[in-house]
């Protein structure tokens, strides 16, 4: 049995692209039609027990600040929140459920929970998109499977990834091997925001980049056991450092630790790299567990819009949020009853 | 009137070099020839009344240990370190009055003193050549003035200097503009163990070039003049600094203070560096002046022979060193009573 709080993987995604039948996709349909479908599908999908007392928006009705906190939440895409008239979020009240209307496909749900729990996100969508199937009619090859906008998608339509927390594999230099191996094994490897982003804060997306010609559940198969083999590397790589190199790992945690308590200035890259390292040394016992949630929390406290949205400021330079960024992260790490790190070590 | 303890002046120092009429010198002179030179020569300087009670050996009666914490003290030249039997050291009690017996010339006598007091010890290195003449037959030239090994020394023989820590013109990026108008001036600017050094720590040594056709106390006015005048623009860079940016000015502080004392490993570059700016702290009141002397110790403390010397370990390695320096320094400043920065700031 897989361990789902393993303090590694911060969370599991499954999402489903799905179009309706005979309809022209987002790209191509003309704006009257695309509003007729939005209305459609988001009827439909609001009726679904699932999304009982939901958060639901039209894409024009959103500010730019709530599309980007929905972003930095991974509740909807970059390229959802660019959308205008037409296009739709609706989104359960746990923020586990959430499903794009009129993005690049037609629907694009997704299932989110914390820790590494695949198989589970995997039913909750199954079990709306099975419910969806009865309402819509969707566009579906007998040969090929769901058909899609994007041909990287045709077949289940399924991405299903983890989002993994590998700061062990970072410092120890080995997380590039790492990537090359599972990138031959058809997975795709990530930054935090998906494709095309930097790697910040040690986090990495591993996600399956087939689609087409495979069960669902053989693609969760292979894709639990990488992630499993990838947990087994992290741990060995910081149980080898902790017993080879304590006081380099040590210096890391410490100088992150000092940094962020003392810093009056940092850009949410460096944040989310020091935050890593606080994390990391919760994870070895440098910090006291109840220091676990507050530094968790600051990983998406600190982001751009969260930061705002704290501050209600719905517009700010990047300086000013850089200073705000520095002192809500010293605020809260000095009221941390955090006991000398050296004692931890010692202890 | 110059200000003696401004805080930026950390210390004047000023070398006459000579050397006996008509003797080989230390370059070219046979073994038992430099012997008998420095006898005769460690015999005269022993009976100055300077240098009462004072250190005297000769070079091969000093360990490497000893050589480099003599070095690391600006208290001999690394040439002169590297010099085997036939040539010595003198130091009086203060550590104040230096003599290094045949290094490049038969005489390399130092006075160095804290804070900007070059006309001080200019007079106290006058006192002791004058007592020396009268003893010991000077090589000088009716025209050229006192003959050296180097024809850069010929002339007075004297190089004065100060060193200057400048942390304000680094951070505000002004120094390469002020060390290219010095240089102009026929001055020369170096990092803290002269010619060739790095500038660590933010400390610069400025000095005389020129040691022919000019009278020390012309010498010594222009090098005085200038010292005012980057002592003014490093008061103005921290000034601006302060008032235009103070929020960039306490982050670096912060950092240099949260790193200092959280860092479980340091090299002495990054750690002078950081001590740096904890020193500009303290000028700029964001701490109390009460921790200005534990500061200042370890800019002398975390050196690497200083280092060992308190750990009483001769031989460490360069990665023990930084494990060693980081307990220090951690030491050291986690047991200053230091109120919050940004208290120092509002307040």
Known sequence: MPNINNNIVISS??????????????????????????????????ALPEMEA???????????????ILVERHLMSCEHAVKAAGSALVLNQEETLSVMINEEDHL?????????????????????????EGKLDFAFHPTLGYLTACPTNVGTGMRASAMLHLPGLV???????????????????????????????NLFQISNQITLGEKEETILQRLSEVIEQILQ???????VFLQQQPEILLDQVGRSYGILSHAY?????????LLSLLKLGVDLNLFPEHVRLPIDELFMETQPAHLQQGAQQPKMSAKDRDALRATLIRTKINAMPIPKLQAALEG
């Open 54 to 68: 939901a958060f639901s928006k039209k894409l024009e009705d959103l500010t730019l600040l709530e599309k980007q």
């Open 108 to 132: 694009r749900m997704q299932a989110i929970l914390p820790g590494l729990q695949l198989q589970r996100v995997f039913e909750m969508m199954r079990a709306v998109d099975e419910q969806l």
């Open 265 to 273: 200035s940092i850009t949410t890259k460096e944040a989310l790299n």
């Open 171 to 201: 410092i120890s230099e080995q997380i590039n091997k790492i990537i090359n191996s599972v990138n031959k094994m058809g997975l795709a490897v990530r930054g935090l925001h998906g494709e095309g982003s930097d790697a910040k804060g």
């Open 13 to 46: 995604r499954v999402r489903f692209a799905r179009n309706l039948k005979e309809r022209p996709l987002p790209g191509v349909a003309k704006k009257a039609v695309l509003i007729a479908l939005m209305e459609e599908v988001k009827a439909a999908v609001m």
């Open 233 to 239: 590397h992290e741990q060995n790589a910081r149980t």
